[in-house]
């Protein structure tokens, strides 16, 4: 059994690296509008320039996962705004989607809490279309349209859990189906736990990334040994290896906030129940010190009785 290794957006061992660069739409208006569009293109430059050094340096050190930045391209979505961020740069996107498919990375967006299919506002269904739409334009302009995957959560449940649900089955369907293909669902730390996100994914016929810091902050009546085969099953529908998310809490008290580095006390119970099962999967580590926890998490589970280094990136059950 392999366990492979992946990071957040940000490679913080890089200097000045981040993929993320804002310009906030009152900067945007303050600019004289001659000057608007080249400001536009000059940040969305940089980040995709910023993520291409990540990519080579996930190559290098053969981590073989990585979560894209939402926000590679400022003001995509803002309905003043929205502009043709893939023709502009053409060359730059298909350089960073070939790369990535030569090294046969797994790549994901997973945009904000707000992107949910749960409101019972039109106007909220209608933006998550629209944010879920950029992110698919950006797989689809780095060629990756049938390989890159969306995650979100279920959303809120607004006073009644049943009703919220029975929401998100309504308005899914305004999403394009190359879309929704393309998309996950995520447990979450305080509404939806693994249970409720895992019934609404088998329904939609959508894999389910599970996430083990949020599953043990917000648990559910069945058990994770009753739950993993069964989530695990969701990602048959598009030929791909089941991920979790990794984390650990900060501390009893923000049990839910994440730690800047991964407790391997904490995980234990989890790779324990994952040796049983003997499957492949993927870990995408989201605590707050990035490549760095997810380094140091790789030697700490290769150093256990019974584990051993595969790569730079990855572990495997000896």
Known sequence: ???????????????????????????????????????????????????????????????????????????????????????????????????????????????????????????????????????????????????????????????DKTAAIDRFHKNLPSLPEEIKARMTLENDDKTYNAEETLTVCEREGIPMIFDYHHHRANLGEQTLEELLPRIFATWKTIGMLPKIHISSPKSEKAFRSHADFVDLEFLKPLLQMLKEMNTDVDFMIEAKAKDQAMMKLVEDIAAMRGMKRASGGSVIFR
């Open 1 to 159: 059994m392999k366990i492979r290794f992946g990071y957040v957006s940000h490679a913080i061992s890089l200097w000045d690296a981040s993929p993320a660069k804002a310009l906030t739409y009152t900067r945007y208006q303050q600019l004289p509008k001659m000057e608007r569009m080249e400001k536009l293109k000059e940040v969305t430059r940089q980040n995709i320039a910023h993520t291409l050094r990540m990519v080579h340096y996930n190559i290098a050190h053969e981590i073989e996962l990585y979560r894209l930045s939402s926000s590679i391209v400022p003001l995509a979505t803002h309905p003043e705004v929205m502009w043709d961020f893939q023709e502009a740069f053409k060359s730059e996107w298909l350089e960073l989607g070939e790369l990535i498919k030569k090294y046969q990375l797994r790549v994901s967006f997973h945009p904000n809490q707000f992107t949910l299919f749960t409101s019972p506002r039109e106007e909220v269904t209608v933006n998550a279309v629209v944010d879920m739409q950029y992110h698919y334009r950006m797989l689809e302009a780095m060629g990756l349209e049938h390989k890159g995957i969306i995650n979100i959560h279920i959303g809120g449940a607004y006073g």
